[in-house]
């Protein structure tokens, strides 16, 4: 009866990795993705130009359901808790992930992503950005040098498919 358990324990974990903390995500997706959260497809997408135009449009408070790609510019170095993403014209979304629930890997900046939830857009205080530059292993003079907050284009993502 242990081997059984064993082996369909192993069966189930074979195809799945544990991130630190403890939310599963599939290793090997059919479509060439590694998925984080909430299991997504990577199907009706937006692209990170037309998103843009959405996000210029939009007024502090508001917010839309929505599934874009785009590529990744950094990852929180501390822990992965957040990433930020690269929209056309110079802009960039900053990336949470719902309740905490899931952790990006470090090494992914530069790599294509779908992320899935609630883009929205927000003024992010000057504590909050400080400490975002901390995470970002910005120097300390950089850091200081951050003082007015800053109207910003964020996005909660409850699933994330990173391409392989």
């Known amino acids: 009866m242990k081997k ?3 082996i369909a324990l192993c069966a189930y974990f074979s195809g799945f990795g544990i991130d630190n903390l403890g939310a599963q995500t599939k290793l090997d997706d059919a479509n060439g993705y590694k998925s984080f959260g909430k299991e997504i497809a990577p199907d009706n ?3 990170a130009s037309f998103m ?3 996000y210029e449009s ?3 408070g508001d917010s839309i359901n929505s599934k874009m790609t785009a590529k990744v510019l950094s990852v929180c170095q501390s822990k992965g808790c957040w990433m930020t993403l690269n929209l056309d014209g110079g802009n960039e979304v900053m990336v949470k992930f719902k309740d ?3 952790f990006m890997p470090k090494d992914i900046a530069g790599k294509e992503v779908i992320v899935n939830g ?3 857009v927000n003024e992010v205080s000057v ?3 400080r400490h975002y530059a901390e995470d970002a292993g910005k120097s300390a003079e950089e850091i200081a040098a951050i003082n ?3 109207k910003t284009f964020s996005f909660e993502a409850d699933g994330v498919l990173l391409k392989q």
């Open 52 to 54: 843009a135009s959405h």
């Open 45 to 47: 997408v937006t692209t």
């Open 127 to 129: 504590d909050e950005l």
């Open 100 to 102: 905490y629930g899931f």
């Open 58 to 60: 939009m007024k502090v």
């Open 148 to 150: 007015a907050p800053k």
């Open 118 to 120: 609630k883009a929205y």
């Open 4 to 6: 059984i358990i064993v």
